[in-house]
């Protein structure tokens, strides 16, 4: 089993629909949750960040962390074309590398 | 959010031959920095860690003769493909640790796409 596991897609929403990306691992040890938006050929970009369990919420981004349940989601509401990424999950515990998902590809539609 | 710059953004190289990129906080020091290599519509894959002032720690499978790291201060890591080959053409993607914030949130430079000829 991989330490994280993200379903590639790809997800294809129409404009205004509410996303949902999530994202489930094995190591209990993780405190530490990212989501990151990558554009094509650009670098991540940092997303949203959760410490240990429960929801951040950001504009139209909810970010939420069930550690007993060991599954984080990613929520858009709204979503817009702009949208239209691959979003990574990610997940580390106190200074050590982060493990990334391999990424799932969204697409809004106008 | 902080920044983390990449230079340079695309190079196109012949085989046999060297290549450098850097990477660069520009607003925070950063005392570890990552390096990512990623292909086409796969995941970031972790290539080492680097420390400013120590040796690199490379992942298993990572030449550290092939893929040289220097961190030689807090806000420049340097990553040389050495004699490249066109297997070695990628997208590689630095980022940086900012220790201190409270978050140790890793913010990623724009990647550099590598190709050899």
């Known amino acids: 089993q991989k330490e994280v596991e993200q379903d590639p897609g790809p997800l294809s929403v129409p404009e205004g629909a509410i996303v949902s990306l999530n994202c489930t691992y094995s190591?209990?040890?993780?405190?530490?949750f990212m989501w990151y938006r990558q554009y094509s050929r650009k670098g991540p970009e940092l997303l949203m960040y959760?410490?240990?369990?429960g929801n951040k919420e950001d504009g139209r981004f909810t970010a939420q962390v069930d550690k007993s349940s060991k599954y984080i989601s990613l929520f858009i509401r709204d979503s817009q074309p702009s949208d239209s990424a691959t979003y990574l999950c990610a997940m580390s515990s106190r200074n050590t590398p982060l493990v990334f998902g391999k990424g799932t590809r969204l697409s809004v539609i106008a | 959010g902080a920044v983390v710059s990449q230079h340079p953004s695309r190079v196109i190289c012949k085989s046999g031959t060297s290549v450098k990129i850097e990477c660069r906080s520009l607003d925070f020091q950063a005392t570890t920095m990552f390096w990512y290599r990623q292909f086409p519509k796969q995941s970031l894959m972790l290539m080492a860690t680097?420390?400013?002032?120590?040796?690199?720690?490379?992942e298993q499978g990572v030449e550290k003769d092939k893929f040289l790291i220097n961190h030689a201060s807090l806000t420049l890591s340097t990553l040389t493909v050495t004699s490249a080959h066109p297997e070695d053409s990628s997208f590689y993607i630095c980022?940086?640790?900012?220790?201190?914030?409270?978050?140790?949130?890793?913010?990623f430079g724009p990647g550099t796409r590598l190709t050899v000829l």
């Open positions: 980022s940086a640790e900012d220790r201190t914030s409270s978050t140790d949130t890793q913010y």
């Open positions: 959760t410490y240990s369990s």
């Open positions: 190591n209990s040890a993780f405190q530490y």
């Open positions: 680097s420390n400013e002032g120590s040796k690199a720690t490379y």
